[in-house]
C-alpha cells in the first residue's frame, strides 16, 4: 500500500509537495483551503500506517490505496473530461456519458481492501475534490444558460447577491429506498433493470452502464482483497471481507456486516462517483437487527466482532471531512407498536458513544412508547457532547399526513436525514432549494423611509406591509425554483439512484428529478425568524409607542449602522420583549410571520412532481445571509449573524429553557413540515445525574408534545468552551452542535467559537 | 397579613426539589447571613442597585431601570399579586407534569411572611401544584402550623450546630430553628436539609456536629445536602452600595 502524496508543514501554512504525479495539485489545495467546511487541510500526512486505528481515522483524508491498482484524482478527472468530449463530440445523451463517468470512475480509480479495516478504500476520497463535481459544474452551467430564462437567472442572483434569499440548485438531500433495495442487493437491482428497461432507450442504456459498473467495481475490490490476502493469509478481517463481498456479488445481503458493506457500496457509489448525495445511512439498529440475529444464531459470527465491524462503519464517515456531518436514522416504533430499541440498538449506542465521533450524528426517532433505558443512554450521550437528536414520532406524523396523505404505516417507516429532515421513504430524493431571509424586508422598508419614499402610520399598517413583502419574496423563491429544478435531470441525472428506485424505472424517469412514487419534495427554508420577530418589536417600540424616532430617522439610524445611537441599540438589544421568551405578543407575531412563509410554499406543485415543503432549520445562512444583511432595529449591527433556526436571536431567550419550549409551541410541524427544530443550550448544572436527565427528557417531550418534531441539545459552561479556545490540545474530542450537526471544536473559526462562547454566556446569566 | 415584595422568578429550578420547577424570590429576611449570596433580599424594602462596571455614564439618564441601556440600574423588589405568582407558576405545568416538579418558595425568608406565604401555597395547592419551602425555619410555630398542610416537600437550612457560631455569622440563635426542624421530623413533613460549609466560619468540626444532631432527631443522610459555597455576589454588594461581608471562597 504505497503512499504517494505528502503533505508537510512550512512556517505554519500547510503545502502539498508531489512525490509522485498523484499527488493534488496547489491550486486544488489552495481551492480546499478556502472552503471554510474543509477541515482537511491542516491535518498532519501519516506515512506509514500501520495499525487499525490510525488507519480508519486517516481514510478519507489522505490516499491510503494501493497505486498500482488505478488512478488517483486529478489522472481521473482527465478521464472524465475526455469522456465528456467524446461524448459531445459524438452527441451522446448526457445521461449516458454521465454513466460512463461513474463507471470510469468504478472501473479504474485506485483501490485497497485493507487488512486493517472491514471496509475497502478507493482513491475518490475527498468530498471537497471529486472528479464528478467538476463535470456536474461544468454542466450546470451550460444547461442552466440554455434553458433557464434570462429574466429567472438575474432574479435568481439578484436575490442571492442582496442577501433578499440564498438559492441554488442542491443535489444534497436525497435518500434510497434502503428498505427496498437491502432485500435486493445489487445483482437484484440488475435483474429489475432487466425488467424494466427497453432496449436501445438510452435513459435504460445509462442505468445499464451504471449497474455494470458497480458490479464491476465490487469485482476489482474482490481481487484486490484475494491479492492482499494471499499475503496477510491470517488476517481474518481480511478473509471476512472478501466473503462479504463475494456473497454481494451474487446476491442481497446476508449477514449483518453485508449490510453494512452494502450501504457502504452504495454511499460512495452514489455519494463520491456519481454526485448525488446519499444523506442517511438507513434506520441502523433497525435494519441492521434480523441480521444479527440470525447471525448469532448460526454462530457466523460474536458480538465482539460486529463491535469492531460496526465500530469501522461509523469511523468510514468519521474520517470523511464532512463538516454537515452524516445523518443516521435509529430506533423508532415496530410494526406491532412496540419500541424499535432493542439490543442491537444497544451495541451500537455502546459503540457510538466509545467512537465520539462528531459524524455521522444519529437521528433518533422517539415516541411514548420509547424504553427508559433508550431515553437514560441517549440524553447521556447528548450532554457529552455525542452526536444525538431526537425526533418526535407523533408530531412528525401529523405533518407527513397532512401534507402527503400518509398512512399509520408510511410514518412509521419515514426516512429521518440531512440535518433534521424527515419524509416519507418513497419520496425521500428531495432538495433544499432556497432560504428566505426574514429581516431583508425590514431592512427595505426602513431604507425606504428614511428616504421619504414609504411611511406607515400605525405598526399594524407596518406589520401588514412586512408580511405582504415577505409572502412576495417567498413567492419568487419558489417560483425561481420551481424553474431550475425543471432541469436537474439535464444538470445531473442520477444514474444509481435511478437504478435504487423502482417507480423511476419503471416509468422512466429520473429517481433525483421526478421518479419517486409520491413524487421528489423542494423545501424553502426559513431564515431569521427569531430576529425578525425582535426587530418588528423594536420598530412597534422605537417609532409607535415611545416614539422616540420617526420611522425615517430610524430608518437612518439603521443606514448608519446605530453610529451615534449606542444608548438605544444597547437599550434594544436587552430589551425582554423578544422571540424566546414565551412572550404573548412576541408569540403571535412570530406565529402570523410563520404562518404567512407557509402559505406561500406548503403543498405548492414543485417542478418535480412533488410539492414545496416550509422548513424552519437554516443551516449555515443565518451567517451568511447575516453578512448580507443591514443594522436592524433589534440593537442588531450590520453583518453580524442573526437568529438560527427556529432560535431566539443570540442572548434574546433571558427567560430560560422551558419559556423557550413553551415560544415555539407558537406554531407546530404540520406548519412547518419540512422541520421544526429547536437547538437548546443548557449549562451543565441543569444536566447533572438523574435529576438532569429527567429535566432534559421532560423538555424533549414537552416540545414535542406541543408539535415541535426535533431536538438537540448543546451541554457546556463558558469557562470551558474559553479553556477550549486557549488549549486547543487539550480538548482533541470536543464537540460542538452546530446546526443539526456537530462540528468539532478546534474546526470551528475563532468567530463561531466566540460566538458560542457568547451563547454559553447567555445561558449562565440565569444562574 | 405582611406581603412581602418578589426579587425574582427562576424557571427550569432543577435543584430548589424534585423535578423541573419554577422559584419564587421574597425580599426580606431577619437573619443577616455574612455569607449571603443574595444580600438584595435582606431588606424588605425596595432597593436601587447601580452595577458601575455595566453603567456607560450616559448624560441623559433617566434613572429608570426599562430604558437603561446596558442593565445597569436595576430595581430589587417588586409587587407581585398571589394570581400573578400563580399565573406565572402555571406556565410551565407541562414541565412538572412531566418532572414530577414543581413550585418553591424562597427568599429571603418565606416565613418572614408566613400568613402570606400559606396563602401563596393554597392557591398553588388549588392549582394543583407541588410545593416546596426553601426556608431557614427561623420562625414562630404558628408558621409551621400555617404552612404545613400545604407544603409538600421542605428545604430547610442548617447553618450552624453551634448556637455562638450561629448567633455571630447569622445575628440570631438557632434554638427556634432547631424547634422547628425537631417538629417537623416528627410530623414526618418530608424534609431535605441543606447544609453550607463556609471558609473559615462553618467549616470546621460544626460540619460533623450538625450532622451527627440531625441524624439524633431522625434526618437520615439521604435527606442531607451538603451545598458548596461560592462567593459570587460581591457585585451584587458593591452594587447595592453595601459593605461585602462575603468570606473568600478557598481555592487549592
Known sequence: ?767 | MKTPLMLDTKRMAIWDGPGIRTTFFVKGCPLKCIWCHNPESIDSGAQWARFRHLCMRHERCTMDESTCPTRALKLYGKEMSIDAIVAKALEDKPFYDRSGGGVTLSGGEPLFFWQWAAELFKAFKAAGLHTCLDTSLYAPPAAIDALLPVTDMWLPDYKAHDDALHMKFTGVSNSIIRRNLERLVAVGAKIEVRCLAVPGCTDGADIAARRAWLNSIGVDDSSIVDLEYFDYARSKYLALGMPDTMPPKKTD
Open chain 1, 1 to 767: 500500500m504505497p503512499k504517494t502524496t505528502r503533505r508537510m508543514f512550512i512556517g505554519g501554512a500547510v503545502a502539498f509537495a508531489a512525490m509522485s504525479g498523484r499527488c493534488g495539485s496547489a491550486a486544488a489545495t489552495q481551492r480546499r483551503q478556502r472552503c471554510f467546511f474543509d477541515t482537511t487541510w491542516w491535518d498532519p500526512f501519516v506515512e506509514d500506517i500501520a495499525d487499525a486505528d490510525t488507519y480508519i481515522r486517516r481514510k478519507f483524508r489522505q490516499d491510503v490505496t494501493d497505486g498500482s491498482t488505478g488512478l488517483d484524482v486529478p489522472a481521473l478527472k482527465k478521464v472524465l473530461s475526455g469522456i465528456v468530449s467524446s461524448g459531445r463530440a459524438a452527441g451522446e445523451p448526457w445521461r449516458v456519458t454521465k454513466a460512463k463517468c461513474f463507471a470510469a470512475q468504478a472501473e479504474r480509480m485506485a483501490i485497497d481492501v485493507s487488512p486493517l479495516d472491514w471496509f475497502p478504500a478507493i482513491s475518490v476520497w475527498n468530498r471537497w475534490d471529486r472528479p464528478i463535481s467538476g463535470v456536474i459544474r461544468s454542466r450546470a452551467g451550460e444547461v442552466n444558460a440554455a434553458k433557464i430564462p434570462a429574466s429567472v437567472r438575474e432574479k435568481w442572483r439578484r436575490g442571492n447577491a442582496d442577501g433578499t434569499w440564498n438559492m441554488w440548485q442542491d443535489f444534497d438531500h436525497s435518500v434510497p429506498d434502503w428498505r427496498a433495495i437491502l432485500p435486493l442487493g445489487f445483482p437484484g437491482m440488475k435483474e429489475r433493470l432487466g425488467q424494466c428497461a427497453v432496449k436501445g432507450d438510452s435513459f435504460y442504456d445509462s442505468c445499464a452502464i451504471a449497474m455494470e459498473a458497480m458490479l464491476a467495481g465490487i469485482d476489482r475490490f474482490i481481487a484486490q482483497g484475494k491479492k492482499n490476502l494471499a499475503s496477510n493469509p491470517e488476517s481474518v478481517r481480511l478473509a471476512r471481507e472478501v466473503e462479504s463481498l463475494e456473497r454481494l456479488r451474487a446476491g442481497a445481503p446476508v449477514t449483518a456486516y453485508d449490510v453494512m458493506m452494502f450501504v457502504w457500496l452504495y454511499f460512495f457509489y452514489s455519494e463520491h462517483l456519481d454526485g448525488i448525495q446519499c444523506r442517511s445511512l438507513t434506520e441502523l439498529d433497525v435494519f441492521l437487527t434480523p441480521y444479527y440475529d440470525a447471525d448469532i444464531a448460526a454462530g457466523r459470527t460474536s458480538e465482539a466482532e460486529f463491535r469492531e465491524q460496526l465500530k469501522h462503519f461509523l469511523w468510514q464517515w468519521g474520517s470523511i471531512s464532512n463538516y454537515w456531518n452524516q445523518p443516521v436514522g435509529f430506533g423508532g416504533t415496530n410494526a406491532d407498536g412496540t419500541s424499535a430499541y432493542n439490543h442491537v440498538s444497544r451495541i451500537i449506542l455502546d459503540v457510538m458513544d466509545e467512537c465520539a465521533l462528531a459524524t455521522p450524528k444519529f437521528l433518533a426517532k422517539v415516541a411514548p412508547n420509547t424504553p427508559d433505558w433508550a431515553w437514560d443512554k441517549m440524553l447521556d450521550m447528548a450532554r457529552r457532547h455525542r452526536s444525538i437528536s431526537f425526533i418526535g414520532e407523533e408530531p412528525t406524523a401529523l405533518a407527513l399526513k397532512k401534507w402527503y396523505g400518509a398512512s399509520d404505516e408510511d410514518c412509521r417507516t419515514m426516512v429521518v436525514k440531512g440535518c433534521y429532515e424527515f419524509i416519507l421513504r418513497d419520496a425521500a430524493n428531495d432538495t433544499a432549494v432556497g432560504h428566505v431571509n426574514f429581516l431583508k424586508p425590514i431592512e427595505k422598508m426602513l431604507d425606504e423611509a428614511s428616504r421619504g419614499e414609504a411611511d406607515w402610520p400605525d405598526f399594524e399598517s407596518f406589520r401588514s406591509e412586512y408580511l405582504r413583502r415577505l409572502a412576495d419574496a417567498t413567492n419568487s423563491c419558489r417560483e425561481i425554483a420551481f424553474e431550475f429544478e425543471k432541469v436537474l435531470a439535464d444538470v445531473n441525472p442520477a444514474n444509481c439512484m435511478t437504478l435504487a428506485t423502482e417507480h423511476a424505472l419503471r416509468t422512466r424517469r429520473d429517481a433525483f428529478a421526478n421518479g419517486c412514487p409520491r413524487g421528489n419534495g423542494s423545501r424553502i427554508l426559513a431564515v431569521g425568524l427569531g430576529t425578525a420577530v425582535d426587530a418588528l418589536l423594536a420598530v412597534k417600540e422605537i417609532a409607535y409607542e415611545r416614539r422616540e424616532m420617526t420611522l425615517a430617522s430610524l430608518g437612518g439610524a439603521m443606514a448608519g449602522n446605530w453610529k451615534g445611537h449606542e444608548a438605544l441599540r444597547l437599550r434594544m438589544l436587552r430589551s425582554p420583549r423578544k422571540w424566546g421568551n414565551n412572550d404573548q405578543e412576541a408569540n403571535a407575531l412570530g406565529a402570523a410571520v410563520i404562518n404567512c412563509f407557509a402559505a406561500q410554499i406548503n403543498g405548492k406543485p414543485n417542478a418535480r412532481g412533488g410539492i414545496f415543503l416550509a422548513s424552519g432549520h437554516c443551516a449555515r445562512q443565518y451567517i451568511e445571509l447575516g453578512e448580507r444583511t443591514g443594522a436592524t432595529p433589534d440593537g442588531r449591527r450590520k453583518g453580524d449573524e442573526i437568529s438560527k433556526n427556529l432560535s431566539p436571536t443570540m442572548g434574546a431567550d433571558t427567560e430560560g429553557a422551558t419559556a423557550l419550549v413553551q415560544t415555539l409551541a407558537a406554531s407546530s410541524a404540520t406548519t412547518l413540515p419540512g422541520d421544526y427544530p429547536l437547538d437548546m443550550m443548557l449549562h451543565p448544572s441543569v444536566c447533572i445525574g438523574d435529576k438532569g436527565l429527567k429535566a432534559m427528557r421532560s423538555l424533549v417531550e414537552v416540545f414535542h408534545a406541543n408539535g415541535g418534531s426535533v431536538i438537540q441539545f448543546t451541554v457546556f459552561s463558558a469557562e470551558e468552551l474559553r479553556d477550549a479556545q486557549k488549549h486547543p490540545e487539550r480538548y482533541e474530542n470536543l464537540q460542538v452542535r452546530v446546526c443539526g450537526w456537530n462540528v468539532r471544536w478546534n474546526d470551528l473559526s475563532r468567530k463561531e467559537q466566540d460566538a458560542y462562547i457568547r451563547r454559553a454566556e447567555n445561558v449562565m446569566r440565569g444562574w
